[in-house]
């Protein structure tokens, strides 16, 4: 099986940065697309950034400029560089990732989620 573990969240005051870590280990014979998701309180998940095996990247419309994603292939991680962090960035951040394991089965696998919260 595959498993994705984050780490980096935490309290931040206005204005701060953060770094996201999320890696994925198991049976694992590519990885495709990895985003990160978030979901602030009471609200829905949304989409934040994703950043493809080629390393082209898209970001939400609200973090471009502020936030970065980026992945080293050789250790099967994807990272978010979250800058000038805002109160309303506040929210439980998840990775996401397009993974061909070596039983050539695709699926997509999940984090468990990072608290973030940006508050003075």
């Known amino acids: 099986q595959v498993q994705l573990v984050e780490s980096g969240g935490g309290l931040v005051q206005p204005g701060g940065s953060l770094r996201l870590s999320c890696t994925a280990s198991?049976?694992?014979?590519?990885?495709?697309?990895m985003s990160w998701y978030r979901q602030p309180p009471g609200k829905q998940r949304e989409l934040v950034a994703t950043?493809?095996?080629?390393?082209?990247?898209n970001y939400e419309d609200s973090v471009k400029g502020r936030f970065t994603i980026s992945r080293d292939n050789a250790k099967n991680t994807v990272y978010l560089q979250m800058n000038s962090l805002k109160p309303e960035d506040t929210a439980v951040y998840y990775c996401a990732a397009d993974v061909l394991s070596r039983d050539y089965v695709r699926k997509d696998y999940w984090g468990q989620g990072t608290q973030v919260t940006v508050s003075s």
């Open positions: 198991g049976v694992i014979f590519s990885i495709g697309a």
């Open positions: 950043i493809t095996s080629g390393r082209i990247t």
